[in-house]
């Protein structure tokens, strides 16, 4: 089963074209991402017209780019999948609407995915991994434990409730004049930095939910910050390192009781499984191997690349759903919120 996926949430524009075997194993012929950082970077976040022109400018070329180098025609594809949301309603407009010319044109099913569930389900195309697992959702938009079923079958576990861990890091980087997007800026910076500086607050750690906060940190690198005027590069380097290990430290608490709600609830979890920009730090991959190891599960992380947004997250989502027989009409509506 060939399937397109197009991916225009918010400031990647994205397309790929995956084949699913009839055993469930996942396969990528082609996967073209342009990250639109440098039109954004003048501005230090994403503005929202700005990427929606971009995806019109761009996705044409990248879905006849992706189609190329996977080497099939649109009489070979077994349906167009594009993310229908959550995210940037211009650019899930686009995205969608692309979608369903092709559907029509080429009388093929067209497949509505949730972003969020095309990350969920992301480590089911490259692993031979079987439901249910865990899933730490880490992105600019989202910090979510979710218990995973099944296609469609998800149960969030937590959440943060107040910033995503990736705006946190974009944030903290903003205020220390550390250029966009942030996350990697602060992991590279705090790779130069002693973590046992500045003592920052451990959020929500020992709490019965296996709920996230990370405003109160970041107010606190902030205050940390603005006492230490003018900041010298060892300072911010430090800041990064406490600030991150402060991360660290509540991610490993908040995911040991989100896992053992998990057990309770469902049975052991067949994996651990990150995805989502953050899932890109190599400092919170390897507190996650550790956490998975306590728990006594197995970590599955999909590569890099396939942790941050693409175009075949979302054609793997779409081919998971084609096999279970569920496609979509042209009704299909874009949606800036829509929870897993
Ligand atoms: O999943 P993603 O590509 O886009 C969505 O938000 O959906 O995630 C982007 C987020 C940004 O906030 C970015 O700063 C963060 O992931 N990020 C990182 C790292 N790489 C990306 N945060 C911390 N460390 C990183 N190495
Ligand atoms: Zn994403």
């Known amino acids: 089963m060939l399937v397109l996926g197009i991916e225009t949430t918010c400031d990647e524009t994205a397309a790929a074209v995956i084949e699913r075997a009839p055993d469930g194993s996942g396969r990528i012929l082609s996967n073209i991402v342009h990250s639109q ?20 400018d761009l996705l044409d070329g990248l879905i ?16 167009v999948a594009a993310a229908a949301g959550p995210g940037l309603i ?47 959702l880490v992105s600019g938009g989202h910090t979510q434990i979710v218990a995973v079923l099944g296609v469609g079958e998800y ?22 004049g550390l250029p966009y997007p942030g996350g990697p800026q602060v992991e590279r910076a705090a790779a130069q930095g002693n973590a046992t500086r500045f003592e920052f607050p451990r959020p929500m750690v020992g709490r019965p939910e296996p709920n996230f906060s990370l405003s109160g940190l970041k107010t606190a690198v902030r205050n940390e910050a603005s ?6 590069e060892q300072d911010v380097a430090d800041l990064c390192a406490s600030f991150q290990a402060a991360v660290l430290a509540s991610t490993a608490d908040r995911l040991k009781v989100g896992l053992r709600i998990f057990e309770e609830r469902f049975g052991p979890p067949q ?18 191997e550790t956490i998975a190891r306590k728990a006594g599960t197995v970590l599955l992380l999909p590569p890099p690349a396939l942790c941050t947004d693409n175009g075949a997250m979302i054609a793997w989502a779409g081919a998971e759903r084609l096999a279970l027989g569920i496609s979509d009409g042209m009704d ?9």
């Open 64 to 79: 006849d780019r992706a189609m190329r180098e996977a080497g099939v025609g649109y009489a070979d594809l077994a349906g």
């Open 155 to 176: 149960v969030r576990l937590g959440t943060t409730v107040d910033d995503a861990m990736g705006e946190a890091f974009d944030k903290v980087a903003k205020m220390l």
């Open 227 to 232: 006492r230490l005027l003018p900041l010298e």
């Open 90 to 136: 211009g650019g899930v407009i686009v995205g969608l609407t692309t979608a369903k010319a092709i559907a029509m044109v080429h009388d093929t099913p067209l497949i509505a995915v949730n972003h969020l569930e095309a990350h969920a389900l992301t480590p089911r195309l490259t692993e031979p991994l079987v439901f249910p697992y865990c899933l730490f």
């Open 37 to 56: 950082i440098g039109d954004h970077a003048p501005y230090g976040g994403v503005v929202p017209e700005i990427a929606a022109r971009a995806h019109i």
């Open 271 to 288: 994996a651990l499984v990150a995805a989502g920009g953050v899932a890109s730090n190599q400092a919170i991959r390897g507190a996650l």
């Open 332 to 340: 299909a509506a874009p949606r800036a919120r829509w929870l897993l």
